[in-house]
């Protein structure tokens, strides 16, 4: 038994937009899963060891996890839009002292949050 397959022709337009968003979505499971994996190590320690390492974080991860717990989080703070907005504007920005400490704080109340906390069960 032959199975034959038959291709059609497509524009290339429409070709290179269908493999943007199949590389999108590549990208984006790959940045959940890496963020998932941050989180969980952060939900497995004790208070001060999340604390120390949550406060330890380079601007680019605390910003990328930042972003992931806050989506999990489902709250809504202009702070942290304002924060995530103003570095995907501008990524190689250093943030403050001010904003980065708040951020660091508010990353570590976030993952400490019961929403966070059942979330991160159900992924």
């Known amino acids: 038994m032959t199975h034959e397959t038959k291709t059609m022709e497509v524009p290339i337009a429409i070709a290179e937009r269908v493999q943007a968003l199949i590389d999108a979505f590549k990208a984006k499971e790959i940045f959940k899963a890496e963020r998932k994996a941050v989180v969980n190590n952060f939900l497995a ?35 942290i839009t304002n924060i995530l907005i103003q570095s995907r504007e501008n990524p190689k920005k250093v943030l403050s ?26 992924i």
């Open 97 to 122: 002292d001010a904003q980065r400490t708040a951020a660091k704080s508010l990353l570590f109340n976030l993952i400490n949050d019961p929403s966070v906390v059942s979330a991160m069960k159900e």
């Open 45 to 79: 320690m004790d208070g001060l060891s999340c604390e120390m390492a949550v406060y330890s974080l380079p601007q680019n991860e605390l910003l990328d996890t930042l972003r992931f717990v806050y989506e999990l989080s489902g709250t809504n703070s202009k702070f």
